[in-house]
T-cell receptor, first 112, second 114 residues
Framework: KQEVTQIPAALSVPEGENLVLNCSFT??????LQWFRQDPGKGLTSLLLIQSSQREQTSGRLNASLDKSSGRSTLYIAASQPGDSATYLCAVDQTGANNLFFGTGTRLTVIP | SAVISQKPSRDICQRGTSLTIQCQVD?????MFWYRQQPGQSLTLIATANQGSEATYESGFVIDKFPISRPNLTFSTLTVSNMSPEDSSIYLC???????????FGPGTRLTVT
């Protein structure tokens, strides 16, 4: 069974700092990987989706990379802002059938 | 993208009772998904609900405990039956996903069982 791990569990950084969140998965035979942010009471917001054939995706200050062979993905956030404070989740779709395996998340706090 | 709403947003229920959670999507979708997020844990898929067929449950989840309805292409319900404190979780519905498509989530229903 696919297992997804996220390190660190929590991270606190000063505003303006660049940061990297890590996600690892045990079975490299994935279909795609998606990064979400979770805000209290607001469900999950999709940030980036990387297909298995892609190496990275970018959206604004966010860049996600995927190294499928090593079972790793990173989410890079540039010039962090207090509004980036949230829990960040990565999720792996193994078959394309939408059964996502989620990591336990990284809780990010950006200090003004 | 899809806009998803859920009702109720939160509830406190007594042990042994049942709660039905509603999920409404602003567009027609083939598949809808129900997830559970227990305190301090990650999300786990409960079941996939296709319109016109029985829901497909993941290992560890059974229809008697989590009956699901999918009467049309924009709506689904999840019932949490005979609740115990261990059912205290956030329940989320989602749509989309698969291949190149992102998966979208509702705001969740925070359930507390006392």
């Amino acid at each position: 069974k696919q297992e997804v791990t996220q390190i660190p569990a929590a991270l606190s950084v000063p505003e303006g700092e660049n940061l990297v969140l890590n996600c690892s998965f045990t079975d490299s035979a994935i279909y795609n990987l998606q990064w979400f942010r979770q805000d209290p009471g607001k469900g999950l917001t999709s940030l980036l989706l990387i297909q298995s054939s892609q190496r990275e995706q970018t959206s604004g200050r966010l860049n996600a990379s995927l190294d499928k062979s090593s079972g790793r993905s990173t989410l890079y956030i540039a010039a962090s802002q207090p509004g980036d404070s949230a829990t960040y989740l990565c999720a792996v779709d193994q078959t394309g059938a939408n059964n996502l395996f989620f990591g336990t998340g990284t809780r990010l706090t950006v200090i003004p | 993208s899809a806009v998803i709403s859920q009702k109720p947003s939160r509830d406190i229920c007594q042990r042994g009772t049942s709660l039905t959670i509603q999920c409404q999507v602003d567009s027609q979708v083939t598949m809808m998904f129900w997830y559970r997020q227990q305190p301090g844990q990650s999300l786990t898929l409960i079941a996939t609900a296709n319109q016109g067929s029985e829901a497909t449950y993941e290992s560890g989840f059974v229809i008697d405990k989590f009956p699901i309805s999918r009467p049309n292409l924009t709506f689904s319900t999840l019932t949490v039956s005979n609740m115990s404190p261990e059912d205290s979780s956030i329940y989320l519905c989602s749509v989309g996903g698969g291949g190149i498509y992102e998966q979208y989530f509702g705001p969740g229903t925070r359930l507390t069982v006392t």
